[in-house]
């Protein structure tokens, strides 16, 4: 069966870094894109975009252009996102999901950014 | 403010139906398909609903959706208490380019 397997939780300083791990297994890896989503505390989920782990085309929001990007590792099936110049808001649960549709979702990394 | 229109909360009694409503517009529900995803506390989303009406493998029967114009609706019939949990509608919006989701709905079996 297809699992997604995110790597641990972070603690960042306001301004900097963050890298999230995502390791897929049970698929075809470069057959799906992988997607980012995040959910802040008691708040809803947010898109932040999508990797085609075939090509390494990406896609992301908007609000996101500029301070994130995303690449993928074929050899070991590992998507990967990274944030930077964080800031206290961007302190939420940071999702993988295959699509599409988004049926197979990673188990979260809490991303929490404090100075 | 989420681009999609969900109710904050709804209730009901167990073996009772609900529904739950998301409103969207042109640019997203009224052109591309709706999901469903369930979230119980502290897990991640699960999807439920894909393609408007299509229950995900694994989903009973209880749970379906279904799609008029600009706005989508997930029923939820039979209710049970492990049904309690956080409801979001989400979709593609060639607008902004982007998948935007509802802001969720909490749903208590009372």
């Known amino acids: 069966q297809v699992h997604l397997v995110q790597s641990g939780a972070e603690v960042k300083k306001p301004g900097a870094s963050v890298k999230v791990s995502c390791k897929a297994s049970g698929y075809i890896f470069t057959r799906y894109y992988i997607q980012w989503v995040r959910q802040a505390p008691g708040q809803g989920l947010e898109w932040i975009g999508w990797i085609n782990p075939d090509s390494g085309d990406t896609k992301f929001a908007q609000k996101f252009q500029g301070r994130v990007t995303m690449t993928s590792d074929t050899s070991i099936n590992t998507a990967y996102v990274e944030l930077s110049s964080l800031r206290s808001d961007d302190t939420a649960v940071y999702y993988c999901t295959r699509s599409s549709p988004l049926d197979s979702w990673g188990q979260g990394t809490l991303v929490n950014v404090s100075s | 403010q989420s681009v999609l229109t969900q109710p904050p909360s709804v209730s009901a009694a167990p073996s009772q139906k609900v529904t739950i409503s998301c409103s969207g517009s042109s640019s997203n529900i009224g052109d591309h398909y709706v999901s469903w995803y369930q979230q119980l506390p502290g897990t991640a989303p699960k999807l439920l609903i894909y393609d408007d009406n299509k229950r995900y493998s694994g989903i009973p029967d209880r749970f379906s959706g279904s799609k008029s114009g600009t706005s989508a609706t997930l029923a939820i019939t039979g209710l049970q208490t492990g049904d309690e949990a956080d409801y979001y509608c989400?979709?593609?919006?060639?607008?902004?380019?982007?998948?935007?989701f509802g802001g969720g709905t909490k749903l208590t079996v009372l």
């Open positions: 989400g979709v593609w919006d060639h607008s902004l380019s982007a998948e935007v």
